[in-house]
């Protein structure tokens, strides 16, 4: 499957973006989604996912609450609604598509990645 994100850009502190991930290529609504990030001089980190039917989400403890993960499988994209963003927000973005339907959390379950799109938050 192949993955397109966008929507990152710069915010103040306290401000919102929307990420959006358009995928093509296969069955979209038969896998689980997710959300990463990687902030300079850090690992990729696990930051939301959502189930194949998008009836279940789960969140990093960082972002819950903050973070909103959802799906539109009409369209084959999953958006990620960031809300009262922090600068430790600042990351670049990935989305991935897993090979499993339930919601996990493992970067090995996701088979396949978007190119990344840039969030920076300043203080």
């Known amino acids: 499957v192949q993955l397109q994100a966008s929507g990152g850009g710069l915010v103040q502190a306290g401000g919102s973006l929307r990420l959006s991930c358009a995928a093509s290529g296969r069955t979209f609504s038969s896998y689980a989604m997710g959300w990463f990030r990687q902030a300079p001089g850090k690992e990729r980190e696990f930051v939301a996912a959502?189930?194949?039917?998008?009836?279940?989400?789960y969140y990093a403890d960082s972002v819950k609450g903050r973070f909103t993960i959802s799906r539109d499988n009409a369209k084959n994209t999953v958006y990620l609604q960031m809300n009262s963003l922090k600068p430790e927000d600042t990351a670049v973005y990935y989305c991935a598509a897993s090979q499993v339907r339930w919601i996990t959390t493992r970067e090995a379950d996701f088979p396949s990645w978007g190119q990344g799109t840039l969030v920076t938050v300043s203080s």
């Open positions: 959502i189930s194949w039917s998008g009836g279940g989400t």
